[in-house]
Every structure is written in structure tokens, then in C-alpha cells.
């Protein structure tokens, strides 16, 4: 029976009071990674990693290598990666065994919530399953989506049908369901939810704990149901949920994108993604990116450690961008920023604040984002965003 130790929340900035989007320079995996960080909070150990979304950028090779980047983990954990709504975030949460962190992402309204399981905490056990076939909704492999459209036919032999063959008590959440009158059906006042994916059921735990309620809570994925119940004990639960305000305006300059180099991208993966320094024995002292000495005596230094770098610093210097660049929405924002107690100095881009706003000796977190999508190959680094955006 799994214990919900901590449970993070991610919500982007940009959007409406009930429906986020993402940025240009987030995607499913950076979202994670900003959900995950959050449930790390507690200090919890992670040995297997669960991500669940419909909307991974690389459904071919993987997202492995980035999301343990973000996260600050270990290459070697074992990432499963599962294309799935609602339902199967609560299936992967009732069954996990201690040290998993389950993660669940959404693009359409965008939101990412995880969890991390323990030895104690939140106690819930899986308590229901309905595997129906109503197929409103379809995506084919190329993309293309067909939608019948007919809420109705949801609601009558949709959800409602599911709930009513899963033979659980009245739940005190659904996730899943875009339908005002889900909560005629619930005990109480069920939590409003950002997202209507596989994140949905982990933003209803989380309201769950706040509160401490206890029952079942069901997740819906057309015709699919799955239920966990939430019972005794108590969750760390961290949000990271700004205040949203509009997409800042730019323009996207036309042109050829710049083309990608798999061989320099291979190259550069950890230097520009771990957020590692190298830290020579004989000097102590760290260099970014990791990189070889050459020593007084001429002998190139090639051993050093990669020990993890601060992600808080203030704004060393700044700069604002307005040449067009192809593919790139401009104007932007560039700084250095000096990393506390560390003596190293990086160079980012500024998220998540208007073009020119960020001055020197502010301060904020270096956070994972994607730089570029060439050649169909999303491209991720650190980005500089400014405490005062930060703050919910």
C-alpha cells in the first residue's frame, strides 16, 4: 500500500485564470522537471522514475537523459515512460513502490504535478479500474486529431457510466472531467482543477492533503476509469504556481531555422543540461562548463570531479536583444549571472519576464528550458528567471 511522501505542482505563467499554456520555451519536459524539483523538496530518494503524459516532445529514443538532467539524478535510474491520461497516473501511483517519483504532464491546459512515494506519509491504496472502449477523441501517428464532440454522449455513457460500474463510493475528487456537473456526484465541494490530463489526479491529491480529506478520488479518461482512496496521513505538498498574466507579445522572425548538429549536440548534452561544474584536485577550484587544464608544467589535466552547481544567483550584467533572429521570438533578454558562493558566472537567457525588465543585481533561479526545436530535435539549457516572477 503506497505513502505519498510530498507532492509537487507546476503551473506556467501564461494563460488564463483557468487555463494555462505553456511558453515558448517550455514543453512537457521542462514542465516535469518543475514539478519534480518540487516534490523533491523534502530530500526524498529516488531510485525509479514514472512519467505520464500524451504529450512527450521524442516518442522515438526517449526523455530520459533531459528529465534526469533537470531533476539533478542519477543518469543510470530507471525512467518509464507512459503515454496515458488521468487514469494512468492514479494506476502507476496505487501500484508504486517506495522511492518512485511519479510525474504527470500537460500541455492542453498546461500543468505538471508529482509525487514522490515512501515509507510513510499520505497512505492510499488503488480501489478501482474500468477499461471501456469510447473513442470520442483520436490521434493518429502523424498527428492529426478527430474529435466527435458530443459532451453528452460523455456524460451519459461516458464518465457517469464509468463511475457507475466501478461500484466505489461517492468520490471526493474526479479528475479528468471537464464538466460542471462532476460535482453532483462528489462528497463535498471537490477541488478545481488546472488540467484535465495525467496531471489532474496528482493536482486533486494534492488539494486532498491541504485539506486532509480522505475517500475515493477517480480519475476519467473518456470511458476509462481508474480510483485510488486517499486514506490516514499526512503529505508535504509544494507549489510552484506564479500568477498567470498574458504571453509577452514578439515576433518570430521568418527565415530558415538554424540547423542542428546531433555530433556538437551529443558533445555539449551534460555541460549544457546537468548544471555540473568540474573541480580540478590540484586547484580545487570549479570551471563552467567542465572543461580540461593545462598545468604549469604543460601537462594537460583531464581528471575532475562533477560536483552540482547553486541554481540561485543575482544578475552580474545585462543585455537586450532585438535583431531578429529565425526562430527565435525577439526582443529578449540575455545575462550573466553570478551563482551564490560559488564563484562562477553563467551565461542565460531571461524567462518568464518582459524584454528589458531585468536589471543588474536582481536576483532568481536558474531553471531547464528548451532553447530551440532544429531539425525536429528540441534543444534544452538554463534559463534566468527573476525571483520577482517567480513569487505566486
Not at 518543475?34 to 525509479?48: I, M, Y
Not at 539524478?73 to 488521468?86: F, H, Q, S, W, Y
Not at 465541494?189 to 477517480?218: I, M, N, Q, R, Y
Not at 546537468?274 to 604549469?296: K, M, N
Amino acid at each position: 500500500m503506497p505513502y505519498i511522501a510530498s507532492i509537487g505542482t507546476y503551473l506556467p505563467r501564461w494563460g488564463t485564470a483557468g487555463r494555462r499554456m505553456p511558453g515558448d520555451d517550455e514543453d512537457a519536459v521542462t514542465l516535469a522537471v518543475e514539478a519534480g524539483r518540487a516534490a523533491l523538496r523534502v530530500g526524498a530518494t529516488v531510485e525509479r522514475i514514472m512519467l505520464v503524459s500524451r504529450d512527450l516532445p521524442l516518442l522515438e529514443g526517449g526523455n530520459a537523459a533531459v528529465l534526469l538532467a533537470g531533476l539533478g539524478l542519477d543518469p543510470e535510474l530507471e525512467v518509464v515512460e507512459r503515454l496515458g491520461g488521468a487514469p494512468a497516473t492514479l494506476d502507476a501511483l496505487g501500484s508504486a513502490r517506495p522511492r518512485t517519483l511519479i510525474i504527470g504532464v500537460d500541455l492542453a491546459p498546461a500543468g505538471a504535478a508529482a509525487a514522490v512515494v515512501g515509507e510513510r506519509g499520505l497512505q492510499v491504496r488503488h480501489s478501482a479500474r474500468v477499461a471501456r472502449s469510447l473513442p470520442v477523441r483520436t490521434r493518429t501517428a502523424t498527428g492529426v486529431v478527430h474529435d466527435y464532440g458530443d459532451p453528452r454522449l460523455l456524460h451519459e455513457r461516458g464518465w457517469r457510466a464509468a463511475l457507475a460500474a466501478a461500484w466505489v463510493d461517492a468520490p471526493v475528487a474526479v479528475a479528468g472531467v471537464d464538466d460542471p456537473r462532476i460535482g453532483e456526484l462528489c462528497v463535498g465541494d471537490p477541488p478545481e482543477l488546472p488540467t484535465l490530463g495525467a496531471s489532474s489526479g496528482l493536482f486533486a491529491l494534492a488539494a486532498l492533503a491541504e485539506t486532509g480529506a480522505t475517500g475515493p478520488l477517480v480519475a476519467v479518461d473518456q470511458a476509462s476509469l481508474s480510483g485510488i482512496t486517499v486514506a490516514d496521513g499526512a503529505a508535504q505538498v509544494y507549489r510552484r504556481e506564479p500568477v498567470v498574466r498574458d504571453l509577452i507579445p514578439g515576433t518570430l522572425a521568418p527565415g530558415a531555422e538554424i540547423p542542428i548538429s546531433l555530433a556538437a549536440y551529443e558533445r555539449a548534452f551534460i555541460a549544457k543540461v546537468r548544471w555540473e561544474a568540474g573541480r580540478h584536485s590540484d586547484s580545487g577550484e570549479l570551471d563552467f562548463p567542465p572543461r580540461f587544464r593545462v598545468g604549469e608544467d604543460g601537462s594537460l589535466g583531464t581528471e575532475y570531479e562533477l560536483v552540482p552547481l547553486p541554481r540561485v544567483g543575482a544578475v552580474y550584467t545585462e543585455a537586450t536583444v532585438h535583431i531578429p533572429v529565425p526562430g527565435l521570438r525577439t526582443p529578449y533578454s540575455l545575462v550573466i549571472v553570478e551563482l551564490d558562493d560559488v564563484g562562477v558566472r553563467a551565461l542565460a537567457r531571461v524567462t518568464g519576464a518582459e524584454p528589458g525588465s531585468t536589471h543588474i543585481g536582481d536576483r532568481g533561479h536558474m531553471v531547464l528550458r528548451r532553447v530551440a526545436v532544429r531539425s525536429g530535435v528540441p534543444d534544452y539549457g538554463y534559463a534566468f528567471e527573476p525571483d520577482s516572477e517567480v513569487t505566486a
